[in-house]
Structures are given as structure tokens and as C-alpha cells.
């Protein structure tokens, strides 16, 4: 297996890349590693990965002529260099919009699919059981045909990672009932049942969505982001909330002391450092998007995403998928 890194990309740089990098080849000695950066800076790498220069870094805000343009950057480098090696991954932790427009019209998207996906697995209240959440931002507006698409990429992601034997499929809308939700919501709704696409449920609200039950949740990419930042925001403001009430007096401490083990395997459920990254469904190589404030922790959670998903061949998986598709 061969990965290629965009070192470059994340708020804390090769601090955090580096140390991240030599933590996952000592868990997978046998992946071929492709570092893209600032060589002299990666010297620590030596013997653990092949060391490609590229000092530019794609700003959080380019468009995509803009980063075409920026062919010393770390990101364009790690693209050609996946191109050129025919390698099986690639990580960043650049910008969301210059990664999705590079990889799209450089690596390309796989026949039969008309838009790629953002996607990313989020906890639910079973412990250990996650949703996979598409698309949270690669597109503003999609239409019904891509949101089929997004349910099919969804339910083949849950089958091969999440080991899902039949993936319950649900549509995030403002009610559950069939003609609730924007007209392109509806017109999906209508079409999976037509279709009887395998696992659709049909319509669930957002105060349901993890429950449990869902194992894909499919939504246009403004929606599915404001789902996103409005679960990380909750997530957040309950982890504060918590630790002021049992820093609160001797008694609350004593009282935390009987529910710490509970409260910190909670706390790692909706932990977004162990995952690492979303994941874009829909062109033509694995491409993990690691958080843009990326710790040593969450750059491993990234490659490790990426070596499971080439490991399951899910690429090659979605592209049997969509031919079937055309065939049928």
C-alpha cells in the first residue's frame, strides 16, 4: 500500500505532522509513505517515508484556479505525486475547498458519479456505533440525482468500514413524514422508495439521527454542515458545562470520582480527534481530509482512516457500485 501526505496543510504544521506520521509507520511498517513538504524540516523522517519538497502552502480561502496555479504547494505536489506513484491514499489537512476542487478535476471523479461527497462518521448514543453523515460541505445545492448517489456512497462506506451488514439509510429533514422537507428532499424520498433502495427508511429529523438506528444519514452539503458545526458546538458546550458542574465544590469532585469512567468513555464517543478527518466519496483514489487544527492525534486518526478505507478497496467498491448501475 502506498499513502501519500500533504505535510504542510494543518494549523499546527510538521509539529504535529511528523511526530503523527512516525507514530502510524510504527503501527504499519509495511505502507509505502509519500511525505510532501518542506524537506528540511521532515529530516526526522529519513528511512521511515520518501521525502518530496514542496514549500508553498495552499491559504485556507483559495479558489481552485488559485491553487492550480500554486504548483510548489504541498497539497498540488501530493496530489501529482499520488497520480504519478498510482498510489492507494492521500491525507491533508489544507483547505476543504482547495483539496475538494484539486482532487476532483486532477484525480477525477468516478464515472457515474455526478458530484463527490464530504463525509464523516459521527457517534451516536450507542457506544462504539457510528453514522456516516453525507455530504457536510462539499456543495451548497444538490439535486435529488445526487442525493441518491450520496445514499449509495454512504450505504457502501457503512457495509465495508463500518462492517454494516445492511445499512440503515435515512434522509435528514425537518420531519419524518414523506412530503416533508425541500423539493429535493421529497423528490429523493419518493425515488428510494420507487427504486426500493436497500435500508431506506425514509425521512428522519435531526434530534433523531443518532439514535442508534441510522447507519447513513443523507443530506445536502449546506444542511449536512450546519448539522455538523450545530453536533460539534453541542458537543462542546456539553463538555464544558460538565466539567464546571463537578469542579463546582469538594462534594461535586468527590461525587465525579464514582462517574469519571462513565463520563470519559462518553467523552471519547464524541471525541472528533479519534476519527481525524472526513473522508470524499466519489472521485477516483481514497482522500481523507484531516481537521485543519490537526494535533499528533488527529493526524493519526486521518491515516489510519485512509490505510482502512484502501485496505477495504472501498474506491474500487463504489466504482462496481455505480457500473452495476449503468448496467442495469
Known sequence: MKIVIDMMGSDNGLAATVPAVLEFRANHPNVELFCVGKIDEMLDLEGHAHLIEAPEIVPQDAGVLEVLRLKNSSMLVAINTLLAEKADAIVSAGSTGGFLSATTLKIKLIPGVERAAIMAPFPTVIPGKKVAVLDIGASNENTADQLIQFAKMGQIYAEKVFGVNEPQVYLLSNGAEENKGTPEIVEANKRLREMEFPGFKGNIEAREALNGEVDVLVSGGFAGNVFLKSSEGIAKMMGSGLKKVFTKSLKTKIGYLF?????????????????????????????????????????????????????????????EGFANEAHS
Do not use: C, P
Open 259 to 319: 462517574v469519571r469512567k462513565g463520563l470519559k468513555g462518553m467523552m471519547a464517543d464524541f471525541d472528533y480527534k479519534a476519527t481525524g478527518g472526513a473522508m470524499l466519496l466519489g472521485i477516483n483514489s481514497v482522500a481523507v481530509k484531516a481537521h485543519g487544527n490537526s494535533d499528533v492525534k488527529t493526524f493519526v486518526g486521518a491515516l489510519e482512516v485512509a490505510y482502512k478505507m484502501a485496505e477495504q478497496d472501498v474506491v474500487a467498491k463504489i466504482k
